[in-house]
């Protein structure tokens, strides 16, 4: 404030340099701060007090969210192995759909048979198995557009959405080796080389889904339960 002699202030004393209106010169707080201009608490003219917000200053670094990370060796070897499940189970199903009749009996024992039925209807099995591909592959590339029950903050961003996309990746692996088995076995089943039963052994593979679904929620529980991340 300037100096006051009695009731009265001295503005003469004040020089028009000094009246003019005088900044912070650096943001250290990284909350806004106030100004108040100095001329307003002398000329009457003015309002009592004029304010400015203050945004944080222009050279305080921004966090940045990693949006995607890079694919790391692991998710690429794990598509890798996906991918060859799939061209192996496609190229089994277009081989022995074309040695099939134009109807077939298929029969999976204990009351679950279905005869004389067009071999059209096989195809469902390779339309499900490429669907499950793409749609699991889309889900991939836009994990760090999920909604998480756990915080995202710049320190443990890339590392939930890489458990993520490892946990996808996982699961598209699996699902293509159950439709692999599948598909083999199917047809194996209609040339009367296994037993109908082998087909329920798919089941075995639900063990895969469940060993995955648990790593993962470790993972997030891990990281929601660390202070430091």
Known sequence: MHPIIGPK????????????????????????YIIVRQDSLINQQLNPIETYSIQDSPNKPIPIIYNRPSLSKQEIFIDLCTLTLFIYTFYEFVYQYDQLPSTVDVDFGFDSSFKSIDKEYLALILLGDTVFLVLLSILQCFTHKFKYLVEIKQSNSEMIFR?????????????????????VSIFKIIGKQWEPYTIYLSSIFSIFFIVFGVIYYKKMNYIANNPFL
């Not at 503005?11 to 900044?23: A, I, V």
């Not at 946990?167 to 598209?172: A, L, V």
């Open 9 to 32: 202030t001295i503005p003469q004393q004040l020089s028009k340099k000094e009246l003019k209106e005088k900044e912070i010169p650096e943001n250290k707080n990284p909350n806004a």
């Open 163 to 183: 458990y993520t996309r490892y946990f996808i990746s996982s699961y598209k692996l699996s699902t293509m080796a159950l439709f692999m088995y599948a598909t």
